[in-house]
């Protein structure tokens, strides 16, 4: 865990200057640069004109400091506050779709927020979706099955998506992939994959974000028929 009491001992007389806070959001700056393999914490101290040591005081290793920057990529996300009135269902949805594009801006975080959460942003998000779950009118009981399968899809739906960019685009664009994965795709026999050999253009033109609200409408649209399970007028 990171120490937080006393003076960084930096050896420049700046330890006053750095916070944990301002160390990871420089971290955020340069992992957004140069990704993961690109972050040192050498490069890091340089950023911030300070020595390694003050950066160990305030994190622990480098695992821990993306954990962390992931975590504050994610904390972004309530930034995008719903308007009130709106209802828990439409709230709920604005607030995925807020982490989602949150993870979209910085993909190298999404496959960093993890379930269960331990990290402060990542068990607030968790605590809000638990909080709107329980003004829908859902038995308590279920309260917190659905509210775990509303985050679990939020965070991994959205890692699935988002992350691969961060090892596909190194070689190569996210089009060049969908391209070469379509093409994959028909050369199947669709005898046996009748789906994937009639979905090609699909794959090749699909919006990443729409693909995620088109799950998460379904997910809600089914809590909403489980929640108030009468039918529509």
């Known amino acids: 865990m990171p120490r937080t009491r006393g003076r960084a001992p930096d050896g420049k007389g700046r330890a006053d200057a750095l916070s944990r806070e301002i160390i990871v959001s420089a971290a955020v700056a340069l992992l957004d640069e140069l990704g993961e393999r690109g972050l ?17 005081w305030h994190v622990a290793n480098k695992d821990d400091l993306v954990a962390l920057a992931a975590d504050q990529v994610l904390g ?6 719903p308007r009130p009135g709106d209802g828990a269902g439409a709230e709920l949805r604005a607030l995925a779709i807020a982490v989602f594009d949150a993870l979209d801006r910085h993909p190298w975080a999404a496959s960093h927020v993890n379930a269960p959460p331990t990290l402060a942003n990542a068990l607030r998000l968790l605590d ?19 509210s775990t399968a509303i985050s679990y899809y939020i965070t991994g739906v959205s890692a699935q998506i988002v992350a691969p960019r961060t090892t596909v685009g190194a070689t190569t664009s996210r ?13 199947l026999d669709p005898a046996d994959y009748p789906f994937l050999t009639r979905t090609t253009t699909d794959l090749r033109d699909h919006d990443d974000r729409d693909q995620f609200t088109t799950g998460l409408d379904l997910l809600l649209d089914g809590l909403n028929t489980t929640a108030d399970p009468r039918p529509h007028a």
């Open 76 to 81: 972004r996300a309530f930034a995008v506050a």
């Open 40 to 56: 040192t914490f050498r490069l890091l101290a340089k950023q911030l004109n300070t020595g390694l040591g003050a950066l160990y």
């Open 175 to 187: 089009d060049a992939f969908l391209n070469q994965t379509a093409e994959h795709w028909e050369g």
């Open 128 to 146: 809000r979706i638990g909080t709107l779950v329980g003004r829908t009118g859902l038995p308590a009981e279920r309260h917190f099955a659905v």
